[in-house]
């Protein structure tokens, strides 16, 4: 049971545009930057948002991050096959000791 | 091009301590930033495990701390983890990757580890 909730499953058809939740709280969200990670069919987790919105350089503008209170929120835009993939939300969380990394349970996104 | 790259034992007996490595080649740990562990059970979503800057200062997993040694070896550029007393529950791919103020910008391809007798 993750701090941070995601919803397990979202789904849209190529070319529409989706969004992906992460809830947590003052401790966590509230209170640090937000990361995205896009986790392909057997590789490894990808940095695709950091700092909230920002993106690495290589990552295309269809990915978006927003933050608000104790919850963010990763955008995909133009969605493409190639999209399809687990993503996971990621912060710190300063509830039982002087920080730790939490992660998201994961959202399977499915492009259909 | 920074990369990481994990190596260590694919099988560990139940009860056993479990060690891996991860060789950090572009980027020289004693420059900065920590370094840090993540593990993915089968099917299942990432794990913190911990994570250890360059002196040596590390923060753990509370739900692990009392099983899990993370160390760094700068002349080798590498650092490694020590997971003890094992159960199948630890079975999982592990993933070695730097964190860079709250974010791991880079990972390594990972290492699936069974526990299995």
């Known amino acids: 049971q993750s701090v941070l909730t995601q919803p397990p499953s979202v789904s849209a058809a190529p070319g529409h545009n989706v969004t992906i939740s992460c809830s947590g709280s003052?401790?966590?969200?509230?209170?640090?930057?937000v990361s995205w990670y896009q986790q392909l069919p057997g590789t490894g987790p990808k940095l695709l948002i950091f700092d909230n919105t920002k993106r690495p350089s290589e990552i295309p503008d269809r990915f978006s991050g927003s933050k608000s209170g104790t919850s963010a929120t990763l955008g995909i835009t133009g969605l493409q096959t190639g999209d399809e993939a687990e993503y996971y939300c990621e912060t710190w969380d300063s509830s039982l000791s002087a920080g730790d990394v939490v992660f998201g349970g994961g959202t399977k996104l499915t492009v259909l | 091009q920074v990369q990481l790259q994990e190596s260590g034992p694919g099988l560990v007996k139940p009860s056993e301590t479990l060690s891996l490595t991860c060789a950090v080649s572009?980027?020289?740990?004693?420059?900065?930033?920590?370094w840090g562990w993540i593990r993915q059970p089968p099917g299942k979503g990432l794990e913190w495990i911990g994570s250890?800057?360059?002196?040596?200062?590390?923060y753990y997993n509370p739900s692990l701390k009392s099983r899990v040694t993370i160390s760094v070896d700068t002349s080798k550029n590498q650092f490694s983890l020590k997971v003890t007393s094992v159960t199948a529950a630890d079975t999982a791919v592990y993933y070695c990757a730097r964190l860079v103020r709250l974010h791991f910008d880079y990972w390594g391809q990972g290492t699936l580890v069974t526990v299995s007798s």
């Open positions: 003052s401790s966590n969200i509230g209170n640090n930057y």
């Open positions: 572009g980027y020289s740990i004693s420059s900065g930033y920590y």
């Open positions: 250890i800057y360059h002196s040596g200062n590390t």
